[in-house]
């Protein structure tokens, strides 16, 4: 049987940066000081904002920056800033904004320099290191990213996002106690916290902790009861305890609240496959592969479940079409060998399963094949060398 992927969901804070969560309330009073600018200077009431802002008072671009990035208009909001920084360039609260309106066109690289410019002013901004960290990140810079969380942290201890976020980049690092020490801290600091709950589930099933993971993402549910990741990250773990019924009903809630999500269907139809229901495992790899054309393991799972059916011709196209996309599985090699055993294909087959061995020396299953076909070819001990 091909083996199933396993997707984690691994994120940032649910905020886009702890700026933002202190800019949201700083913005939810931007229209009244934006309008106080304004009047103050307006010479006709009701005039376009671009005649009543005062031309040189760098603090009014701001604000008014700040209103048009709410409503949406960032290349507007990037202007604004820009003038700001023409009129008084050692301005760390424009720089940082600026570097957030950057970050949400795109350009990594301009944000990166107006979040460095932003703490060379005022380096005791932890709000611009985590943002900067985030922005290291999505350059896909995890070393600079740890830097930058750990100086947000040692300026502002008690951010839950921050530790989640930290915790994050340390399990993509390998460091898995490092990172549920800081899961444990951020809901500790925030104890209905579900991107924390998850995530921490997430960690200790990698540690092997299958009932501790699975109090975590019910946890996550109790908080965040349309989460289609958790109920997918619960189905995996249930299915790891033997739990096939759990499984396929998580699957499936996942399936009701995400049903364009590839993987869920692909495990889905692993669990019917294992509980008997072949029709249905087939019907479920089916649909990850019309979500996701170019997935290895939906070909190889379809070809193992089109084999039992009887339809060789069928499991074979579906594990070269595997092999296409991922040359080096030892699975698909080792399913193409079996499918190529049913069709009289005793070459071909000891072929596969000679090259899923070079991949996987220790696979018994291929083994075991290779040793058959070649008893059936009368190759005597079956050495797979």
Known sequence: ?????????????????????????????????VMKFLLAFCVVAGGPASSCQQPDFPDTHLNLGIALGLKGDLDGAIAEYRQALRLKPDFPEAHYDL??????????NGAIAEYREALRLKPEDAKAHYNLGIALWDKGDLDGAIAEYRQALRLKPDFPETHLNLGVALRLKGDLDGAIAEYRQALSLKPDFPEAHDDLGSALRDKGDLNGAIAEYRETLRVKPDDAKAHYNLGIALRDKGDLDGAIAEYRQALRLKPDFPDTHLNLGVALRLKGDLDGAIAEYRQALRLKPDYPEA??????GLREKGDLDGAIAECRQALRLKPDDANAHFNLGVALRFKGDLDGAI????????LKPDFPGAQNNLAIALRLKGGGSGDHR
């Open 299 to 304: 070909h190889n799972d379809l070809g193992s």
């Open 351 to 358: 072929a596969e399963y000679r090259v899923a061995l070079r």
């Open 1 to 33: 049987m091909g083996g199933a992927s396993w997707v984690y969901t691994f994120r940032q804070a649910s905020l886009d940066e702890i700026g933002r969560e202190e800019s949201v309330t700083r913005m939810e009073g931007c229209a009244v000081r």
């Open 99 to 108: 570097g957030i309106a950057l970050k949400d066109k795109g350009d990594l």
